[in-house]
């Protein structure tokens, strides 16, 4: 699924709400079988609350507290399955900031991340704002899959 995809479903699902029109299980059921996943209830539903909210960055334990809120029973495993099986189809995108502390996001086109410490909060770095040099030579048979630049925020100190 490209890039282009998803935001296009995006704003279908935007124009859609705007209007006042329910139906948004058939248009995450048609993302996903795009994407080749199975529709199943549980994708669906995490779907909608993903992207429900236009772009934005989600851990896994924030959507398994949002799918809980929404009536949605589903573990926090299946949320972590769900939230890999969408990254590698292409529908969201893994943004890793400190350890084993991670979200996704669900804008998967080309920006780079602000990470602001002891907030857990992360967003868009707006426009081209990190241009990337020079990358090293890479070893043979490799090709680069996307550069990933994640800076590190904190309030100032006196």
Do not use: C
Request: net charge neutral.
């Amino acid at each position: 699924m490209s890039d282009g995809s998803v935001q296009n479903w995006s704003a279908r699902r935007t124009r859609r709400a705007a209007a006042g029109r329910d139906g948004e299980r058939p248009v995450v059921r048609s993302l996903l079988q795009d994407a080749g996943l199975r529709p199943t209830r549980q994708r669906v539903a995490l779907g909608e609350i993903l992207y429900g909210r236009g772009h934005r960055h989600v851990s896994a334990e924030q959507l398994h507290e949002e799918a809980l809120a929404a009536d949605v029973p589903v573990s926090l495993a299946t949320v972590y399955n769900t939230l890999h099986q969408f990254t590698e189809a292409g529908l969201l995108r893994e943004v890793a900031v400190e350890g084993t502390k991670t979200y996704f996001d669900t804008n998967v086109g080309h920006h780079h991340h602000y990470y602001v410490e002891g907030e857990n909060r992360v967003f868009d770095i707006p426009g081209d704002g990190v241009p990337v040099g020079e990358v090293p030579v890479l070893p043979e048979g490799m090709e680069i899959v996307r550069v990933d630049v994640v800076v590190r925020l904190r309030p100032k100190r006196s």
